[in-house]
């Protein structure tokens, strides 16, 4: 029952329990990957699993220690959100709480989320803790970029390092524990590009859901369309246009699955399975070379978003380019 509930991650979790078993907890942690891959879960399981009161499989999640620390008020484990800027006042509280020995058991464990929020100040304040912080303690720190904390603080922690998850492992977690079903749990784990918090975000984002038919109505638009009705499109890109970038990887994704299902005739590599017809449809007006030629000048306007090239233009001109590409024999 450890350190369930995570998805993946499977490496850094053994390299734990090992720990934990042969009790080599490390004083100092540093996890380091992208948001949304587990990193908080897997640190208030470890947090959990030093408390715990059982002896074999910790943290049992049953008992009463296990239970305050699910409820977020376990006396001897705290966590430091770290939305904003952490200060070297935080810090230096931290520092004094954990010079007080546990009242609760025999162990205490800090969560330090986004460690690179602590400005210099902070860093430099923590670490002689982190050199030799009393024994019955342990810090985990957790940040999205490792490199943006002193290096004197890497070389402190034991770093493990959390990597995007198998996007088969998404996607049953999705079925199993939200609900849905397996087309739509193979878009999201595809659209997640392996990080579970992204794709949980996005199950639950309307705007996207929007977004998304709107890019697949697009792209039916197009096919054999007249040049004025094209122009009529970039509206679409007006009302979206904080979401530009998004709006070229959805058409890019779509374009993708037309070349993918062309190509090997299955939906088994598909994004957007869940759209089976369309794409069956689309398909068959299309020929690969087209479709890799959109694919192409979709690409070159994404990076014009990054150019001066001014925004209208670009839509413009990407459009026409596919609508050239499409009526052409
Ligand atoms: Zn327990």
């Known amino acids: 029952m450890a350190f369930k509930g995570i998805?993946?991650?499977?490496?850094?979790?053994?390299?734990?329990?090992?720990?934990?078993?042969?009790?080599?907890?490390?004083?100092?942690y540093l996890f380091e990957g992208a948001e949304g891959l587990g990193k908080k879960a897997i640190a208030l399981e470890l947090a959990s699993a030093l408390v715990c009161n059982s002896n074999?499989?910790?943290?049992?999640?049953?008992?009463?220690?296990?239970?305050?620390?699910?409820?977020?008020?376990?006396?001897?484990?705290k966590v430091i959100e770290g939305k904003g800027t952490i200060k070297v006042d935080e810090i230096r509280e931290l520092i004094k709480d954990i010079q007080l020995k546990p009242y609760e058991g025999t162990r205490k464990a800090y969560i330090?989320?986004?460690?690179?929020?602590?400005?210099?100040?902070?860093?430099?304040?923590?670490?002689?803790?982190?050199?030799?912080?009393p024994l019955y303690v342990t810090l985990i720190l957790l940040?999205?970029?490792?490199?943006?904390?002193?290096?004197?603080?890497?070389?402190?922690?034991?770093?493990?390092?959390?990597?995007?998850?198998?996007?088969?492992?998404?996607?049953s977690y999705l079925i199993n524990n939200k609900n849905i079903d397996m087309e739509k749990a193979q878009m999201?784990?595809?659209?997640?590009?392996?990080?579970?918090?992204?794709?949980?975000?996005?199950?639950d984002n309307p705007d996207f859901h929007q977004r998304r038919e709107g890019v697949i109505k697009l792209c039916n638009?197009?096919?054999?369309?007249?040049?004025?009705i094209i122009l009529d499109q970039i509206s679409f890109f007006e009302?979206?246009?904080?979401?530009?970038?998004?709006?070229?990887?959805l058409m890019i994704s779509w374009y993708r699955d037309l070349m993918v299902y062309k190509e090997t005739g299955s939906m088994d590599l598909v994004i957007n399975v869940d759209k089976k017809e369309v794409i069956d449809f689309q398909v068959k007006g299309i020929d690969l070379g087209?479709?890799?030629?959109?694919?192409?000048?979709?690409?070159?306007?994404?990076?014009?978003?990054?150019?001066?090239?001014?925004?209208?233009?670009?839509?413009e001109v990407m459009l026409l380019n596919i609508q050239e590409v499409l009526s052409k024999w």
């Open 290 to 315: 087209k479709v890799r030629d959109i694919i192409f000048i979709i690409e070159k306007a994404k990076n014009n978003l990054k150019s001066n090239v001014q925004f209208h233009l670009n839509i």
């Open 239 to 249: 009302e979206q246009r904080p979401h530009t970038e998004e709006i070229f990887d």
């Open 56 to 77: 074999k499989d910790r943290p049992c999640g049953k008992c009463s220690s296990c239970v305050k620390v699910s409820s977020g008020n376990h006396p001897e484990i």
């Open 143 to 171: 940040t999205t970029k490792g490199n943006s904390l002193l290096p004197t603080i890497v070389s402190r922690c034991q770093t493990i390092k959390l990597n995007p998850v198998r996007l088969e492992d998404i996607k």
């Open 221 to 228: 638009n197009l096919m054999g369309t007249k040049l004025l």
């Open 188 to 203: 999201l784990a595809a659209f997640s590009g392996g990080i579970v918090g992204r794709a949980i975000e996005l199950l």
């Open 7 to 28: 998805v993946g991650q499977e490496k850094a979790i053994e390299s734990l329990k090992r720990a934990l078993e042969h009790d080599q907890v490390a004083h100092a």
């Open 112 to 133: 330090i989320c986004n460690a690179d929020k602590m400005n210099i100040q902070a860093q430099n304040a923590l670490l002689k803790t982190l050199e030799e912080p």
